[in-house]
């Protein structure tokens, strides 16, 4: 695969909000996940949260025994969680921060400070062959701890700068961080991935950063496919993300 190539994982949760909202099996996040693949996802990703809210048990299973496409386990990291990932051994999973009261992932790990902590699941979850990523704010600091940590890859949250108004002060800052935290862990020989809160408009710019290897995007997705269907939303974000990355070959070869 072209080294330039830019990974997209889509996450489905929030199929599984929309069927939990009424019960029973629809709209199924299998059948998502299915068309994902078709549209040109290179993976799934899906949180198992302590509480359910959306994704279940059963959907992880099945995802990991059903779906031709690595799965990337989002879940925090507790001893249930651990044992969950250890039984099913999805290709990767990404240690999140997990509040019951938010309504989505509000930041990245504390890695600096609990280095202690998870230690035993980066050394079991390692063991058992999976790929593990932590998600982690756009800090050099964390990135450090990371890499001292032994991880092989990191997920820079990037929902700050997806937020913010574009032409603002504020909107150049956040992004300046992420350029600064994907190019510190290409230093650091670490994998960067990206994901929260990206959507069409935010796209080409998070996708522009050669460093960063992989997308991992929802919410927009899930909310988008109302309006124009999952197949067609996915194939328009595959499209921009390869638009950002021919435009960044191009302006290399100038250099």
Known sequence: MDSNYLRLGVNIDHV?????????RHPDPIRAAEIAHRAGADGITAHLREDRRHINDR?????????????????????????????VLPHAVCLVPEKREERTTEGGLEIKNNIAKLEPFVKQLGDAG???????????????????????????????????KPGSIEYGQ????????????????????AGHGIDFSSVEMVASIPSIKELNIGHFLIGEAIFEGLEKSIIRMRNLMNKARLQMCDNESFK
């Open 16 to 24: 599984a909000t929309l069927r939990n909202a009424r019960g029973g």
């Open 130 to 164: 999976i790929k593990l990523s932590l998600f982690i704010e756009p800090d050099l600091e964390q990135l450090d701890s990371s890499k001292k940590l032994g991880v092989p890859v990191v997920e820079l949250h990037t929902g700050s700068f997806c937020l913010t």
């Open 59 to 87: 959907d992880i299973e099945m995802l990991r025994n059903e779906i031709e496409l690595p799965l990337n386990l989002e879940m925090a990291p507790t001893e249930e969680m651990l044992e969950i990932a250890l039984e």
């Open 174 to 193: 956040t992004f300046g961080r992420i350029i600064a935290a994907a190019s510190h862990a290409k230093q650091l020989g670490l994998e960067c991935h």
